[in-house]
């Protein structure tokens, strides 16, 4: 599986747009972009899914550098419950396995 | 609540024993994903079944196995546990290739 690289650890302000990135220099043309975060005791959330195109939806943006080398999640506006941590993954197209990595755990700051 | 069902939440046993862990996957997927999560060693991905069909193995120990019913609930077996056996074990399911719905997990605490 191609290898991701995130920072361990970030902060930010509550009500404010965070943007996390995701570094994964070894993509290939068929590997999907994916994130998902895990809240404290909860299970893995899917939240977005790419592949060339920068992506919306209700929970966040994913914008996609356009030799697809990196990407980052925006949050528009981060708040409290967004804290967790944030995996970004790799998926190959019929491979259906999820390789998480170790992600980058968001501290929202009131 | 995600749809994905797995029971039980909390189990404490001894070391030696057997236990069974059960997830009822979302309505209408097919396929079902076992991770096992401990504290030093993140997320690690067990086992996939597709509608009653083993898929693919990652690191799953001899000592587990699992299986897939015809009405797609499965079932994650631990036997002769140990004390590093210990983890969050998650079952997620999906309808195909994009987005996994991941249950709220069983925690296993061996003594």
């Known amino acids: 599986d191609a290898k991701t690289t995130q920072p361990n650890s970030m902060e930010s302000n509550e009500e404010e747009p965070v943007h996390l990135p995701c570094n994964h220099s070894?993509?290939?043309?068929?590997?999907?972009i994916h994130w998902y975060r895990q809240l404290p005791s909860q299970g893995p959330e899917y939240v977005i899914h790419?592949?060339?195109s920068n992506v919306n939806n209700r929970m966040a943006s994913l914008a996609i550098a356009e030799d697809r080398k990196s990407s980052t999640l925006i949050l528009h506006r981060a708040t409290l419950r967004d804290a967790a941590v944030y995996y970004c993954i790799l998926r190959v197209y019929g491979n259906e396995k999820l390789t998480f990595g170790t992600g980058t755990r968001l501290t929202i700051i009131p | 609540d995600s749809g994905v069902t797995q029971t039980p939440k909390h189990l404490i046993t001894a070391t030696g024993q057997r236990v069974t862990l059960r997830c009822s996957p979302r309505?209408?997927?097919?396929?079902v994903y076992w991770y096992q999560q401990s504290l030093d060693q993140g997320l690690q991905f067990l086992i996939h079944?597709?509608?009653?069909?083993?898929?693919a193995k990652g690191n799953i120990l001899e000592r587990f196995s699992a299986q897939q019913f015809p009405d797609l609930h499965s079932e994650l077996n631990l036997s002769s546990l140990e004390l590093g056996d210990s983890a969050l074990y998650f079952c997620?399911?999906?309808?195909?290739?994009?987005?996994?719905?991941f249950g709220s997990g069983t925690r296993l605490t061996v003594v």
């Open positions: 997620a399911s999906s309808a195909g290739q994009f987005g996994y719905t």
């Open positions: 309505s209408g997927d097919l396929s």
């Open positions: 790419g592949l060339t």
């Open positions: 070894t993509i290939s043309g068929t590997d999907y």
């Open positions: 079944y597709y509608n009653g069909e083993e898929r």
